[in-house]
């Protein structure tokens, strides 16, 4: 299934898509990929598997501690890959949130090749913006991978636009200016994001950070079509395993449902 | 030179100015010939690796300063500035005694230690905070390593009425922590970052996390050659005023180009500031010095170009110390200012196309240097900046007594005293310089330890007790 499957396959059920974060290896690599199939069977639509790594810039406490958790606990750039293969496998649709630098490391296209292989849909990059993106614009394409580029409040209209236009398989809108981690109110500055985005792209557009409730997904999925929750999953987690975390996606997909459709069919 | 107007006071200034010529905003007027493309890349390095969300602030900056950097309002009043608060132009000092331990090579150091501050932070700083202003911004963060660049900013802050917060190591906090009291003096915010390595490094990122979350209301001044586009360009151009005063110090003073520069290197501002002005004369060898902490082969270091590889951190595409799956490395130094696993973009360009090149300097070397220094001359160095003075030790070796070695003595070593007296073993580890009287501290080092301070010492003619 490819991600626009994905979203078609819940735009065809009447509802956005719901899009689960947690990072490969943690808190081991067995135990994130009970995880991740925990999550993709409570309802998640997409999971959006983190690679760990050592200076996450756009993450709040939560997920930096998570992901130092999973380096700690001896994670390797390489169980990535059997990380998606295994949630691909338990019934998942995977793309993996990378910071670029392992990318590069392992080379592009080579990282392209293997995430591919693994099952891999595409790749979220919270810190390649398209203008330096040359090498992964011929891998992804080589692969067949989608390039998740983000927007924030702060894009101006022209780079909404070329953002947006560099994009495949959905374009993700940052709700707030600011790092991973829940919060209480989200849904003001992200409105505006996804209506500033929206002309520029027949995507879907998905809407991060700071989600955390079934509440706050169902306001979420009112004028977005996909809604993603991380930091909160981490918690979730981390406090009751793979039940917490089944739990925390059930109430979240009530939450996307209950909304419906953010735009009308054309 | 600069063909903007001047008024008539500045006009009799520069006439009467004997050692220089130069203009402290001559290094941002003035295009250096060696700019980077578009979208700031030094060939292969450079650029903006960073969140969208930055995108827009970075254009901001990018903007203002083209516009300051020929506007003559703004330059009068950085000339000023460095003029009247800062003490431009820094001195040239010729050091016989220290020369006589380089092989006869004439030393000649750039004191960028004199500067008010006590270090080369405060060209950029100042620069930068103008800047501030003219974008209408009120909240001012900046990352600190040895705390020098925290001083730096929160001194122009209070200066220009801006909200300073520093984030510092929380490790810098206890080895630099004069200069954590020196800014709370000042009126900034420290906050000891407690993530990861807890060193510069770390600094940075929370520095970034800041900046991602308010970067309508503050302005990031980053304190090194480093970061993403504009920062590496516009933080060199704030720093080539210390290479242009110095070529034409040198110059009058000796008639002729020098043989090598020496500077250290941490992230690079200092090395890139008096590199610039000699790019062009390709007779003139440049040499950065990075810190080789315990010695290469033990993996405790932070030669970022002499053991890195190429990948991108906080936000520019350059050398940096990683291991084989992308996770940042590590690095160590005795000196906080160079303890950091990346470094600036060009440097990494100048390398790569062989203009200047870059050893390593372990804390040994340095503190030696750092000892004779103090002995010989009567300066105290930056632990930083002795990594520079050590790397010129070893070039008058190499290059014998015709040779002329301009040092970049980048800062002063006020901030290190008690790191100093640890390793000379004057104090004990849990002890604080202040805390024995000054007789001790300088019996201890002429007579009390068998290491390199007494060594340094001896090894100087007419300065034994």
């Known amino acids: 299934m490819s991600v626009a499957d994905v979203f078609a396959r819940c735009r065809a059920e009447g509802r956005g898509a719901l899009v689960g974060y947690l990072p490969a290896g943690y808190p081991t690599v067995e135990g994130s990929v009970e995880l991740l199939t925990a999550m993709a069977e409570g309802g998640c639509d997409l999971l959006e598997v983190g690679i760990p790594y050592s200076d996450p810039v756009m993450d709040g406490p939560t997920i930096q501690a998570a992901a130092e958790g999973a380096l700690q606990n001896g994670f390797r750039l390489r169980d990535v890959f059997s990380v998606v293969e295994r949630a691909t496998a338990a019934g998942g649709n995977c793309v993996v949130m990378t910071y670029f630098n392992p990318v590069l490391r392992y080379g592009v296209e080579n990282f392209a090749r293997d995430l591919a292989a693994a099952g891999g849909l595409g790749v979220i990059t919270p810190d390649l913006i398209p203008d330096e993106a040359g090498e992964w614009f011929a891998a992804s394409e080589k692969y067949g991978l ?65 989600v955390r409730n079934g509440d706050q997904a169902a306001e979420i999925a009112g004028f977005a079509d996909g809604v993603i929750v991380g930091s909160a999953f981490v918690t979730a987690a981390e406090q009751g395993g793979p039940e917490a975390v089944r739990a925390l996606a059930q109430e979240l997909a009530a939450g996307v449902a209950r909304a419906g459709l953010a735009t009308q069919p054309a | 030179m600069s063909q903007r107007p001047r008024s008539a006071e500045f006009a009799q200034r520069t006439r009467t100015v004997s050692t220089s010529q130069v203009q402290a905003s001559d290094g941002i007027d003035t295009p250096s010939g060696h700019e980077p493309d578009e979208s700031g890349h030094f060939g292969r390095y450079g650029g903006r690796w960073v969140p969208e969300a930055l995108v827009a602030a970075l254009d901001e900056l990018e903007t203002a300063y083209e516009k300051a950097r020929h506007d003559p309002e703004f330059l009068n009043e950085l000339d000023r500035l460095h003029r009247d608060y800062s003490g431009r132009p820094s001195p040239l000092t010729d050091v016989p005694k220290l020369s006589q331990h380089a092989g006869g090579a004439r030393i000649l150091l750039k004191r960028e230690d004199l500067n008010h501050t006590g270090s080369h932070k405060i060209n950029n700083v100042l620069g930068q905070a103008l800047l501030t202003k003219r974008m209408g911004k009120k909240r001012v963060i900046a990352e600190t390593g040895a705390g020098q660049h925290g001083v730096a900013t929160a001194t122009a802050c209070a200066l220009l009425d801006l909200e300073c917060v520093v984030y510092m190591g929380e490790v810098d906090t206890r080895r630099q922590a004069l200069n954590g009291a020196r800014m709370r003096l000042l009126g900034a915010t420290v906050i000891p970052v407690k993530t990861g390595s807890r060193t510069l490094k770390d600094a940075i990122n929370e520095a970034l996390r800041d900046w991602v979350t308010n970067v309508d209301s503050t302005h990031y001044l980053l304190g090194t050659v480093a970061g993403p586009h504009p920062f590496p360009q516009m933080v060199r151009d704030f720093h080539r005023i210390i290479g242009l005063e110095a070529r034409a110090q040198v110059l009058q003073r000796t008639g002729r180009l020098p043989t090598a520069i020496a500077a250290c290197v941490g992230g690079g ?34 030669a970022t170009l002499t053991e890195g590889s190429p990948g991108a951190l906080h936000g520019a595409f350059s050398y940096l110390l990683q291991d084989e799956d992308g996770q940042t490395s590590e690095s160590y130094s005795i000196s906080a200012g160079l303890d950091y696993p990346g470094v600036g973009p060009e440097h990494a360009l100048l390398k790569d196309i062989g203009r200047a090149e870059y050893q390593p300097v372990t804390d040994a070397e340095a503190m030696d240097a750092f000892a004779l ?8 160095p930056a632990i930083e900046s002795a990594h520079a003075v050590a790397g010129a030790l070893r070039l008058g070796k190499e290059l014998g007594p015709d040779a002329v070695i301009l040092v970049n003595l980048s800062g002063r070593g006020d901030k290190d005293v008690d790191t100093a007296a640890k390793w000379f073993g004057m104090i004990g580890e849990d002890e604080s310089a202040e805390s024995a009287d000054g007789t001790a501290i300088a019996e201890g080092a002429v007579k009390d330890t068998a290491g390199s301070f007494a060594d340094a010492g001896s090894k100087t003619e007419g300065i034994q007790s």
Not at chain 1, 186 to 198: C, D, F, K, L, N
Not at chain 2, 296 to 301: K, S, V, W
Not at chain 2, 373 to 380: A, F, Q
Request: with cysteine; glycine share 14%.
């Open chain 1, 146 to 210: 989608e390039r998740i580029f983000l927007v924030a409040p702060s894009s101006t209209e022209q780079r909404i636009a070329s953002t947006a236009a560099a994009s495949s398989g959905f374009v993700y809108a940052t709700s707030i200016m600011g790092v991973t981690g829940a919060r209480d109110t989200v849904a003001g500055a992200a409105s505006e994001i996804v209506a500033r985005t929206r002309p520029h792209t027949t995507l879907p557009i998905g809407v991060g950070l700071g």
């Open chain 2, 269 to 302: 501002s200092n090395a890139i500031g008096i590199f610039h002005a000699f790019l062009d004369d390709a007779g003139v060898r440049l040499v950065g010095f990075e810190p080789g902490g315990d010695g290469i082969e033990t993996g405790r270091h932070g």
């Open chain 2, 373 to 380: 220094l103090c002995r010989t001359e009567g300066i105290i």
